[in-house]
Nanobody, 119 residues
């Protein structure tokens, strides 16, 4: 199986910055696309950013220019640098990874980390 563990969430003031990390571990053969999504209370989960194993990146319009996704393939880790945070960025942030385990391809999710932007 695959485990994804997020870290780096917390409370930050508007205009501040946070960096989230997500490390994948387990019987992984290969990791393809990794990404971050978020879910605010009473709202649907929203895709924030994705990055392929070759480094192709996509962002949601709402975070473009403020968030930066990156990954370290050697460490099976994906990062989300979040700058100029706004109250509307408050949500639980989840990472995901499309990976093969024993020849089986699945989408794996982390448990989530809370980000709260408030003064």
């Amino acid at each position: 199986q695959v485990q994804l563990v997020e870290s780096g969430g917390g409370l930050v003031q508007p205009g501040g910055s946070l960096t989230l990390s997500c490390a994948a571990s387990g019987s992984i053969s290969r990791i393809f696309q990794m990404g971050w999504s978020r879910q605010a209370p009473a709202q649907q989960r929203e895709l924030v950013a994705t990055i392929t194993s070759r480094g192709t990146i996509n962002y949601a319009v709402s975070v473009k220019g403020r968030f930066t996704i990156s990954r370290d393939n050697a460490k099976n880790t994906v990062y989300l640098q979040m700058n100029n945070l706004k109250p509307e960025d408050t949500a639980v942030y989840y990472c995901n990874a499309f990976a093969t385990v024993s020849g089986e391809y699945n989408n794996y999710w982390g448990q989530g980390t809370q980000v709260t932007v408030s003064s």
